[in-house]
């Protein structure tokens, strides 16, 4: 198969190719790029495979950086796009297939090729827009199909995450599973408990937000996957309630995560402990709290002026994305005019500030914030005017 048109992307990069052809060596567009291109889909980054070693691509080019030496890698800067570009490689011990703790270089683009995971992203393209397809990746495009390289079982055993990536590809293009992978999946979904965290989330997370969760989230739970993602083992009916009501993908992670944390039930406290266990960033687990706190409230009824207030906009609209999911209604319209009602939006928009409670007399110390802090809801609650006269007033008389 030949592409006609290339993407604006693989056009801008195919000086690259060409340059590292021309020095003697074989060069190739791989990965992603080359599967969501013949899918029609927008591409992001643009990986290349080449036979050249990083030592000699860095000598074609005048800029690169060095993302990976030791495991073949490097980035080579062209017109202010970085293309990752890495050697010829074979299946070794690693748990990482981006960060292998052994490299063999092999000498074919056939053997990189069948150590990659699915079909579909063992595809190669060459500048001319030719596509190499050792492994009939084009027949499981078509089909949408996901179905791993070879035996499935080694590609797991090469690197777990595949299996979280597998799931993940079934909801990000709508894909099936094809039996005999799923089967190995089911088998090896322990071998799971091996990854780092921080890579199964990232899985996880475009899971969730992917165009068909439904079906991610189905394969999750078949295969027994579900069991090693942290905390979720105590939480089974409410993962099975979440897919049969999760229609389409969550539209933020942080959507994502309020989708789970509201589901699973969890209280404040609980909400740190499932997060830090994800090990996500703290100002994650703080917002989560917030949005989960208002999705309870919106599965419930409405909220008042002071939730508003506290939630702020953008995870007003989280919160009650999470909740529709989880049966309540849409308030959204309610809820931006609700904030944009609001006497003040941020404490920084209150007509008083410390300094001119002090002028007019009050005491620095603890009491003087909790005194802005009063003024504050009975600003927010419509209570008292936001105007520094009656707000000095108030606190003074
Ligand atoms: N565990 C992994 C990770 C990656 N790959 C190979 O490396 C390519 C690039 O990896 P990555 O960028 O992580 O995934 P993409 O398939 O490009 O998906 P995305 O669009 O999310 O970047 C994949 O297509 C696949 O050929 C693999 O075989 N096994
Ligand atoms: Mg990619």
Known sequence: MQLEHLPEEFEMARPVLQTIEQAGYEAYFVGGSVRDTILGKE?????????????????????????????????????????????FRSESTYTDFRRPDQVTFVRSLAEDLKRRDFTINALAMKED?????????????????????????????????????????????????????????????????KIA????????????TGQAPQQG?????????WQYCPDFADHKVDLERLTAQLHQGASTDLTAWTLLTTSFGL??????????????????????????KMAQHLLQGSLSTWQVYQCGEDQLMIANEAAVVLGATDRSRELVAQWQ?????????????????????VQPGPQLGAILGDLEYQVVTGKLPNEKPALVAAVTD
């Open 43 to 87: 591409i992001h980054d643009v990986d290349i495979a080449t036979s050249a070693y990083p030592d000699e691509i860095k000598h074609l080019f005048k800029r690169t950086v060095d993302t990976g030496i030791e495991h073949g890698t490097v980035m080579i800067l062209d017109h202010g796009t970085g293309y990752e570009t890495t050697t």
């Open 129 to 193: 827009g030719t596509v190499i397809d050792l492994f009939d990746g084009l027949a499981d495009l078509k089909h949408r199909q996901i179905r791993a390289v070879g035996d499935p079982q080694e590609r797991f055993h090469e690197d777990a995450l595949r299996m979280m990536r597998a799931v993940r590809f079934a909801s990000q293009l709508n894909f099936t599973i094809v039996p005999e992978t799923l089967a190995a999946m089911t088998s090896h979904a322990e071998l799971l408990r």
């Open 197 to 208: 965290v921080e890579r199964t989330q990232v899985e996880l997370l475009k899971l969730l």
């Open 217 to 225: 989230l189905t394969d999750l739970l078949t295969t027994g996957l």
């Open 267 to 292: 209280e404040t406290n609980a909400i740190t402990t499932f997060l830090k266990h994800w090990k996500t960033a703290n100002q994650t687990i703080s917002a989560v709290q917030m949005t989960t």
């Open 341 to 361: 009602n609001l006497p003040i939006q941020t404490k920084k928009a209150l007509a008083v500030t410390g300094r001119d409670l002090m002028q007019a007399g």
